[in-house]
């Protein structure tokens, strides 16, 4: 079975950087949808960012909510079988558990990519606090 740990969490300022990682492991890497999500105590998980890192059409595609478009990277490292969250401008309200998710195919849309629904396998979580 799949296996995602993350790893990169921590307590930062506003306005501060941080570096999620999530490695892969327990199948072949090439062919999954990637996603990061994060959830509040009280609020449903909501998608962050994804990537699909199959090959043909929508290779390398990415997908990024709205609420972190221009200050949240979603990256990847394919030999490294590694997913990758550069967050940026960090504000309070980015303040979460971020989890690393993987589903075994293409997206759809955006939209899926984004849904935890679409995901099959999830990690235990890294904690980003934002003060």
């Known amino acids: 079975d799949v296996q995602l740990v993350e790893s990169g969490g921590g307590s930062v300022q506003t306005g501060g950087a941080l570096r999620l990682s999530c490695a892969f492991s327990g199948a072949h890497y090439r062919g999954h949808c990637m996603g990061w999500f994060r959830q509040v105590p009280g609020k449903e998980r909501e998608g962050v960012a994804g990537?699909?890192?199959?090959?043909?059409?929508?290779?390398?595609?990415?997908y990024v909510a709205d609420s972190v478009k221009g200050r949240f990277t979603v990256s990847q490292d394919p030999v490294r079988n590694t997913l990758y969250l550069q967050m940026n401008s960090l504000k309070t309200e980015d303040t979460a558990m971020y989890y690393c998710a993987a589903a075994p195919r293409a997206p759809m849309s955006a939209a899926f990519a984004l849904m935890p629904q679409y995901y099959n396998y999830w990690g235990q979580g890294t904690q980003v606090t934002v003060s």
């Open positions: 990537v699909y890192t199959g090959s043909g059409i929508g290779s390398g595609s990415t």
